[in-house]
């Protein structure tokens, strides 16, 4: 079917799926035609979850403390190795030995970070496409060198990440135009907002100094006298702490970010931050560490592992046909998934920035308005969150792969372990760059949702190939639905 054909008229294409009621429970209009938010007092939500974070904070900063100061410049200055009697031994080494490898990882993954925003603004397409096709072949390359240096479990696993890679690419490589447009208007509002960018930097250098106590505590883990199993496994806890922490700031920036891009759309859709109430930055700022700090730090936990597993379940069901065994397998994990995102998705950090919601109400108002409105069928077919997570993991493997170099020169036997450690320190610095598109690229959807004349009195273009792409895939899934129901 033609694209002529397939285009609809703003009057008709959303006259079933306004968002109605719930719009006007939320909003209402003034005078002049124009919607304005409704300012409520809110409320703190989540608040246990914000005093685990806090508390497991306190309790770790303790703990990378005493692991750090045990090897630094003395060999067991805290006597602490009495205890690891019990691990087979290793050679012993001092954590000024490592840390200044974390040091340079952070200096090396900042500097990716900020480079990687300046040329998303200025060779957006060029910078995506790097993105969606170098990793595979980097990926490929780290799983050589894995297996030439012996590494064979590292080598497999890189190789499998390879293939994962190359394969999703393949499945969604006929969804990447509507992603790079959608991207380049996402990053049109956010170089709209200098503000919100200095916002996301300031929260890079918090970042980085929490890394310099985290990364103290893990040089003394990797020079403790521990065999490798007591090492890794400590290192596991290390990184899963950092993961939590990295997705926190990440999710409080998104948070922050999806408040003014919304505030610049209700407001006419003028993406210069004078066009704003002045107080809209800090009104954001302060909600995002204070009574929606608990939601995010709830969120935070499970958000990004189910979304990275519904982006390979959508990927693989959508090329599995002759196999009916398999698709009946790959159909129950997809709708066991599905249920989860339902109450665990990143739209709920806009319906949090906007509403002041708990995390889990957020998640189910912002699903159930998709679903009501159709607009859930351009999510599902949008990659942008993946095209990001792809750079993400890219300004890892570089940190990791530098860092890695050099300490194969000066410590072989540590090399995996230092790398891989490193590699996680990359990807939370250039994920914190990257957060701030996808907030963008997320209160867009959710203002779609909302009330589509929002992004229409933005960018007119903009909305007419939403529209048209929108229209396509409802037509699509009805015609899907009526091969399944005549097959039946």
């Not at 891989?420 to 690229?441: I, N």
Request: charged share 15%; proline share 1%.
């Amino acid at each position: 079917m033609s694209d002529s054909t397939n285009s609809v008229s703003p009057s008709s294409d959303y006259a079933s799926i306004s968002s109605g009621d719930q719009s006007l429970q939320r909003s209402r209009r003034s005078g002049d035609g124009n919607r304005a938010i409704v300012r409520e007092s809110r409320h703190w939500h989540d608040v246990f979850w914000s005093a685990i974070f806090v508390i497991h904070m306190i309790c770790l900063g303790f703990v990378l403390a005493v692991l750090g100061l045990n090897r630094f410049r003395i060999s067991d200055r805290l006597n602490i190795d009495r205890y690891t009697q019990g691990f087979l031994e290793n050679h012993k080494g001092l954590t000024e030995d490592y840390w200044p490898l974390y040091a340079v990882a952070g200096g090396i993954g900042v500097f990716i970070s900020w480079v990687w925003s300046l040329l998303l603004g200025s060779y957006a397409n060029e910078m995506m496409k790097v993105s969606v096709h170098i990793l595979t072949t980097y990926l490929a390359v780290v799983s050589v060198l894995c297996f030439w240096c012996r590494q064979f479990f590292w080598g497999g696993a890189f190789a499998v990440g390879a293939l994962l890679q190359f394969l999703y690419v393949i499945s969604v490589i006929d969804r990447l135009p509507f992603t790079m447009l959608v991207l380049r208007k996402a990053l049109k509002l956010v170089w709209g907002l200098p503000k919100v960018i200095m916002v996301a930097h300031a929260f890079t250098v918090v970042m980085l100094l929490w890394m310099s106590l985290w990364s103290f505590g893990a040089a003394g883990v990797v020079a403790s006298s521990m065999g490798d199993e007591g090492r890794w496994w400590l290192l596991v806890v290390l990184s899963v702490s950092l993961f939590w922490t990295g997705a926190v700031l990440c999710n409080t920036v998104h948070v922050i970010v999806s408040g003014m891009v919304f505030h610049v759309l209700f407001h006419c859709g003028q993406e210069e931050s004078s066009s704003l109430p002045p107080s809209s930055l800090i009104d954001s700022l302060r909600y995002a560490v204070t009574t929606s700090f608990g939601s995010i730090c709830y969120g935070s936990l499970f958000t990004a592992a189910i979304r990275t597993l519904r982006w390979e379940i959508r990927g693989f069901r959508s090329k599995i046909c002759g196999n009916e065994c398999l698709l009946c397998c790959v159909d129950f994990l997809f709708h066991l998934v599905e249920t989860l995102v339902r109450f665990f998705n990143k739209y709920a950090y806009v319906q949090i920035a906007v509403y002041g919601k708990g995390f889990n109400k957020s998640a189910r108002d912002a699903w159930e308005l998709f679903q009501s409105t159709g607009v859930e069928a351009l999510v599902a077919y949008d990659c942008s969150g993946a095209v990001l997570l792809m750079g993400t993991i890219f300004g890892g493997l570089i940190t990791g792969s530098c860092i890695g170099i050099w300490a194969w020169i000066k410590y072989s036997d540590r090399v995996i372990m230092v790398a891989s450690t490193a590699m996680l320190m990359g990807m939370v610095l250039v994920g914190l760059g990257m957060v701030v598109v996808e907030s963008a690229v997320t209160s867009i959807y959710i203002c779609f949702a909302e009330d589509p004349l929002l992004i229409q009195r933005w960018d007119a273009d903009f909305y007419t190939e939403m529209s048209e792409v929108l229209h396509r895939r409802l037509q699509h899934r009805s015609s899907r639905a009526r091969e399944v129901s005549t097959t039946a």
